[in-house]
């Protein structure tokens, strides 16, 4: 058994990663890190666990995490992680991170877009969307999980970009996110007085990971520039985006189609909906799977709508941190991943 | 007093008039039709009304509610309103028509939108939309009330468009509704198990609120074309539209926002938000109030994004209606339509 | 015209007091304070009273206070009423106090269920639910607005206790509160992750509301002990009670219903529903009506079930401060509160 | 690999059992039926069941159903399950019925309560709550499932009752169920806008499910009566039961919760919560387990309450169900059933 450990594991994709795990065959969880919680078990923070998972957190430094450990998922929030991973690596741990912190090619974005300086420039990570980077995260040392947003957008708008149908800088992307996305420290937008019957755009033209966004897809075109706009929806789990494109040539939905079912065809946790269904979030609930569908086309309008949905603690965090881990560690990739959505 | 009836009023809207109408001081409710509830005191349909409105439905020949009113409202569906309408105008009755029935210029349109062929394609309607219409509306014998998509994207783009600032041909409007805006009647779509924890996106490029926005919006400019997406979230009551354009030119978002304070300056059912902030479902819930915000402006993108939320009960729909009444009939436009929004 | 002020504006019960006082036609707000956000406008806190209502929150000495004001509503948290309102006394004001600082007779009682030292136990209030105390609220100086579980239970037994019919000791009031009802401040328990898809008993036999129900219904039957248990449910207004009682007698739904129908019968906020029906938090929503319903009887085990619903901002608080306001002041009772429920 | 099939796979308990043996390691899924459905992929109807299980539903006759099943789920509704069992059960198959149909040794009381006749009236079923039944369950032909009221009401006043503490004929059982037990079929208390932000009492005296209650407490108890009132919330999964009850000794909650402890140890799907816990939803949603927890007593009302919690369409019903089965089948009773709550 490969021993794994988490760092930062109150929260709620530290969680999920424990949900996921306590399912997996082929790791132990050797040890799980909490500042505030420290001495708890496990389940007196995430109630779903109890007499699932026999472990308390603890509160120890990285060093001695990294030697009780060979691979460590740091579920630290942004600015936490570049502190942490250097000294994890050091010791020899490979290590797949949750944060933000090295996505980024390009340092300078990582500054501008999270307003604080890197302490760890020179660290490189394989950024951890399997279904693009499969090759490099098998070698990596550190995985740089992407965001929820990211994933969904990325992968619903690449099979697009590659066949060069679409007009790279006039994408829409009109983001809906679940809730638990903003984690489980109460604030005033997830009061749910505040956050039920409501729809909330927010970070209009400046949400962080817009950048992540246009790296990934600028690998396929350069011209690419994204009107990324995220909303929270009173939704607990899952996120859904709707992929605005103006088409450059003429295409029929079951061609639109195509290019994705191509695309996607040896993707273990890609669906490729039918033509006329939309992607629902209780398919997703719960599950690895991203599910991909709408195509529909509006010719004289020259456009094409495309609507992808993820479980964001999944998929969006947790489920693609694991599934990074089973490729890092030549496991079965959906080992662990094998959870059915929650519908309804 | 002046006299009106409303036939259909055992619906969503038909309740909603209700609501606004007890609480109007120059208007008695002379007869309110439903073939199902005939019969019935009101308040057995709409539990809201116990003690407050003492009136129950009839089912009687619209001859009949056209002697006894000197204004119809017709809350009917898509449909039944053009063969109603010409019976009562034919009896001098006034009418506010809250179907689509009415709402185009051209017939052919609502032919291929709507699927059915019209009854009374001679029959011309002011469209109400007062921001827009008012002096039409002022002497109509009947007004086409809008739709609720249409209500939120045309009054969130009109200012951009008529200032020439936006490249028109590349509009995208991706709203939200509430899902009391499919109506009282239970369906598969608006099962409480599919319908909360949930976004759906669909009839994605045929809507048939889209040639009603884009009719009116090509006042402004005859090369508007609108990517309309509409999605159904869990939200009981609300709209709100996130409207992504780009530039034609530079603008900071304090410009923006004077376009639309500019605009609207004299509207007493407009409020155009502060830079920065973005309209909460809140603060419209149960009022007729349009809140108009975001302005966020993306200068490397040369984007603009505009959000604009209203209660599609209200704005979107009978407010708005007794709205287009007090203007036909010389009373003052904000009577009866008061009502404070229920936040939180 | 009346002047009246809020001290404590700013927290829900505040909000709702300015949404029902903007449409009361006899009294004018004089002052609004809040510490808190001292200096900015009302509506940036409040966001529906944006064009409706034009004041701006101060934080001065409850002297200031006092001498702007002929009526003050205390809306402010337990534990602060008490350091406050003495001072408005002497000052000549009147006082509606939403706190649980004046609304026991004993103070044992309160600093009991409170957990604090009583710093005015001297200063007697009228406990002001009207149904029952309208005479001592019409001339008393301070009134002690209830809580909102006991409008809700107190309503919804008194016709029974009163008529002598069920077992007093042996009653069970089991709440549903909104979530509202914990204020506006953000805690673990209002998180949306945590609070949608969820119910959740709380202080299960502690609750600070019980000794006041209890208080109240021992009026009509010494013996009373209350089985209360508070839950909070995914619901942002209303608040619903199951009375579950055991009879002493035989009694048809018809019988019981009578019994609620004439104690209630002058009533202007009480409505008494069929037998069968059950109260809807939509009929209510918004509103100051107390809905009372279910009158279920199941003779072979000799027991009734009696449903009230309200919506705990109104007149489980502001609204039933501004009915005791009216009556305290001469006014017509319903002036104010004509706002019809938001349903659906 | 035993064959498994499900007759009436398309309701929400049909998809639960899909889910549920599509991660079971000893059945195969023979055959699933539908007649409205016939044809389709089961993912059309579930769709997080797309990729995950490759089957489509038939409309076929029992006796085939049967000729390809050693053990069938029959997930149909009342009234429908007792028409198809007898031939099921001819034919030499084993039977899990999640009706009603079999659940009472009186078939008058079934009569009584459902309305209508009943036409096996000599089968007789193991009542198939593991945790009272197992011995007889073990070697049954038929296991009548119980509901899911039942269920979470009965696990959590066994303990009590067998130790003879409680005031047996003045039990309270107020219960809150998610809208999911309701079915799949859309209908008027289902649609969103009367379900979200309401909670509705409903057969208050009357519910099919109170017989059920009483005649497997009375094994305990005969003197037991409860006052059982379901309510319906705004809730898509989910089931939780406030229990009333009037103590007869003295106790503390530590002495309550030993009762339980002791009861439930050696049961793989009970939780017992410390004291001061109360179960939360999250907890057990989309998993078998029941948590019981409150303990909470009022010394000065000689009262108990004690809080259970399970998922509906699981311990409620297929999850109990597939538990069931492997007792039957001589599995492990966990095989299938090890999925973790989905928390948040």
């Known amino acids: 058994m490969v021993k794994v450990g988490i760092v930062g594991a109150s929260g709620y994709t530290g969680g999920e990663l424990l949900r996921i795990l306590a399912q997996h065959?082929?790791?132990e969880i050797a040890c799980i890190t909490s500042r505030m919680h420290a001495g708890k078990p496990a389940y007196k923070v995430h109630p779903n666990l109890r007499r699932v998972l026999n472990l308390s957190f603890e509160d120890i430094p990285y060093?001695?995490?990294?030697?009780?450990?060979?691979?460590?998922?740091?579920?630290?929030?942004h600015g936490a992680s570049m502190e942490i991973v250097p000294t994890l690596l050091e010791h020899g741990v490979r290590v797949v991170d949750l944060s933000g912190d090295f996505r980024f090619e390009d340092v300078a974005v990582y500054e501008r877009?999270?307003?604080k300086k890197h302490v760890a420039p020179d660290i490189r990570a394989a950024y951890g969307l399997p279904e693009l980077h499969r090759k490099e995260i098998r070698r990596a040392e550190l995985v740089a999980n992407p965001g929820c947003y990211p994933t969904s957008i990325i992968l619903g708008l690449v099979p697009l970009l590659k066949a060069g149908v679409?007009?790279?800088?006039?994408i829409v992307a009109d983001a809906k996110s679940g809730i638990s996305g903003a984690g489980n420290k109460p604030r005033e937008?997830?009061?749910?007085?505040?956050?039920?019957?409501?729809?909330?755009?927010y970070k209009m033209t400046a949400h962080q990971h817009l950048p992540e966004i246009e790296q990934e897809l600028r690998r396929f075109s350069s011209e690419v520039r994204v009107s990324f706009v995220p909303h929270i929806v009173p939704v607990i789990r899952g996120l859904t985006s709707t992929l605005h494109c103006f088409l450059t040539q003429e295409l029929s939905p079951e061609?639109?189609?195509k290019l994705y079912e191509e695309y996607y065809m040896n993707e273990p946790f890609v669906r490729v909906l039918d033509v006329?269904?939309?992607?629902?979030?209780?398919a997703v609930r719960g599950s690895n799977f991203t599910d991909i569908g709408g195509f529909a086309i509006d010719?004289?309008?020259?456009?094409?709508?495309?609507?992808?949905?993820?479980d964001n603690l999944v998929k969006g965090a947790s489920g693609q941190a694991v599934q990074n881990m089973n490729i890092m560690l030549g496991f079965r990739e959906e080992e662990g991943l094998r959870s059915v959505g929650i519908h309804p």
Chains 1, 2, 3, 4 share one sequence.
């Open 25 to 27: 065959s082929e790791v």
């Open 63 to 77: 060093e001695r995490v990294a030697e009780r450990c060979d691979l460590v998922f740091c579920a630290t929030p």
């Open 113 to 115: 877009y999270y307003g």
């Open 166 to 170: 679409i007009d790279a800088p006039h």
């Open 189 to 201: 937008t997830t009061h749910f007085p505040n956050a039920a019957e409501s729809v909330l755009a």
């Open 255 to 257: 061609e639109v189609r």
């Open 276 to 282: 006329g269904e939309v992607p629902r979030l209780s």
């Open 299 to 310: 010719g004289e309008r020259e456009r094409v709508i495309v609507v992808s949905a993820i």
